[in-house]
């Protein structure tokens, strides 16, 4: 894919008028300097709960707050001009009514000024992503492996492998397209359902894990960049920057050991007296 040229940021509207078009490039940011790298080739900037693992150190996404998403929801739109900035909602900030998902909501669109917020549920977070819908908020949905459940699900498993799955995560796919979402992430579903839920529903299908007939795809930014220790099956390293940076600190610490940086490039001189 080409650098982007236009300035103007897209919007929801604008992704959701390409269902069926030229796939949606999606990639995960939480800093401003990353952020302005993906914003040069992608359509959508996520500012996901995945930095709860990546950025925290957390085993789940649970933990992370409205505060932690908000903070680096700015620092994205500070570093992206262009792309669309979707913002999740984090666990216990939407699920108890919708009331409570609109003011979660409202603070992260008024504290960020990002585009959309995203948060996971199908069927049983239709309403609520109606009324957010119709009061202003666009919403991304996101279903198949909702990774905010993992206390329930007791694993990060794949979805939809086996057939009877099939009719509750098409009637999720249906339920978040009739209620107003924009658009839905499609996560860890096996590749025969991404595929028919693609062609079944009016909004555009982002696949993380689920198949290349998706409307677009979404991957952590430090998973496809091999910084992530260890990443799912369905990511793909386009980078392997895990050695390359712990060389660099090698040598830096060696350096450093040696005495060997700062140089005398890298250090001040005094200005040179004023002749009398
Ligand atoms: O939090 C996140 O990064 C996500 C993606 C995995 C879709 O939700």
Redesign the pocket.
């Known amino acids: 894919m080409s650098v982007q040229s236009e300035s103007k940021r897209l919007t929801a509207a604008d992704l959701r008028a390409r269902k069926g078009g030229e796939p949606i490039v999606m990639l995960?940011s939480y800093h401003a300097h990353t952020a302005a790298l993906a914003d040069r080739y992608c359509d959508s900037i996520?500012v996901?709960?995945?930095?709860g693992n990546v950025m925290h150190g957390f085993e789940t996404?649970v933990p992370v707050t409205l505060e932690m998403m908000i903070l680096q929801g700015r620092a994205v739109m500070r570093g992206s001009k262009r792309a669309l900035v979707v913002v999740?909602m984090p666990f216990g900030s939407y699920e108890a009514s919708k009331e409570q998902a609109f003011h979660a909501a409202a603070r992260i669109l008024k504290e960020t000024h990002c585009g959309a917020v995203?948060l996971?549920g199908g069927e049983r977070m239709a309403e609520t992503i109606a009324f957010l819908s119709q009061r202003g908020v666009p919403v991304m949905a996101?279903i198949g492996l909702t990774?905010q459940a993992i206390n329930v699900l007791g694993s990060f498993r794949a979805q939809g492998r086996d057939e009877a799955d099939w009719p509750r995560l098409e009637a999720d796919a249906r339920a978040v397209a009739d209620a107003g979402a924009f658009s839905v992430?499609v996560?860890a579903v096996a590749e025969p359902l991404a595929r028919r839920i693609t062609v079944s529903i009016a909004i555009p299908t982002?696949g993380?894990g689920a198949s290349a007939a998706c409307d677009g795809q979404?991957?952590?930014m430090e998973d496809m960049l091999g910084l992530s220790p260890k990443a799912p099956k369905f990511v793909k390293r386009y980078g392997n920057l895990g050695p390359s940076i712990e060389a660099a600190i090698q040598d830096y610490a060696a350096e450093v050991r040696s005495r060997a940086f700062p140089g005398p490039e890298h250090v001040y001189g005094m200005k040179p007296k004023p002749k009398a």
Do not use: C, F, N, Q
């Not at 996901?48 to 930095?51: E, N, Y």
């Open positions: 995960t996520l996901g709960d995945s930095l996404t999740d995203k996971e996101h990774p992430v996560e982002i993380i979404v991957l952590v």
